[in-house]
Nanobody, 122 residues
Framework: VQLQAYGGGLVDAGGSLRLSCAGSGRTFGHYAVAWFRQVSGKDREFVAAISWNGGTISYADSVKGRFTISRDTADSKVDLQMHALKVEDTSVYYC????????????????WGQGTLVTVSS
């Protein structure tokens, strides 16, 4: 499985942005996908995850109610819709995949996209 994350950019605080993670490979639909984010010098932080069939979705407390993760199996894509963005959401966002069920732990993921930068200005 290969992943490509895109959609990052510069947005004002309170604004919205939509990130996408495009997956290649016939078995992408068998994989749980998560979004993590990382600021330089800090550990990678869990943001949101969706199971292989979309039946289980999880969010970090810091983004709950503002971010929505969804997947489009037909297009092999997982999106992260972000609303009410805050300056502290500024980070490089990565998508990651592992078979079937999601995890909050970055080391449990086998495949990673290259990261896309989100900058929220005050």
């Amino acid at each position: 499985v290969q992943l490509q994350a895109y959609g990052g950019g510069l947005v004002d605080a309170g604004g919205s942005l939509r990130l996408s993670c495009a997956g290649s490979g016939r078995t992408f639909g068998h994989y749980a996908v998560a979004w993590f984010r990382q600021v330089s010098g800090k550990d990678r932080e869990f943001v949101a995850a969706i199971s292989w069939n979309g039946g289980t979705i999880s969010y970090a407390d810091s983004v709950k109610g503002r971010f929505t993760i969804s997947r489009d199996t037909a297009d092999s894509k997982v999106d992260l819709q972000m609303h009410a963005l805050k300056v502290e959401d500024t980070s490089v966002y990565y998508c990651a995949a592992r078979e079937h069920y999601a995890s909050f732990v970055a080391n449990n993921y086998d495949y990673w996209g290259q990261g896309t930068l989100v900058t929220v200005s005050s």
